[in-house]
């Protein structure tokens, strides 16, 4: 027959040996999960950078072709009037009308 105290042995050794592959295991689990959160979270903000790439190449792209547009409107527009300078007074044409008088002349 085996002691109390050997028994008591057994017991502990019995615990401790459960309790390490139990917490070994949750340490895994929790592990693999962080791995699994950080992986996501990766690929989320890979997702969100190329986005931005995209959005900024489309920008460009736009404009390339606003700036395009515009030098095809250019060549097709008749040149721009030169603008005509006056020396002399504005001469204006009126016909004066002298109150009272109803006849034209």
Known sequence: MIGKFESNKDLI???TSSGAKHVGNIAGIIAGTVA???KEI???FTDAIEMKEAADAARRDAAAQQDLDLDRDDDLAPPAPKPTVTTEAPFVDAEVVEPGV???R
């Open 36 to 38: 699994e959160v950080t």
């Open 102 to 104: 109803d006849e034209t």
């Open 13 to 15: 050794q019995e615990l």
């Open 42 to 44: 990766g690929e989320w």
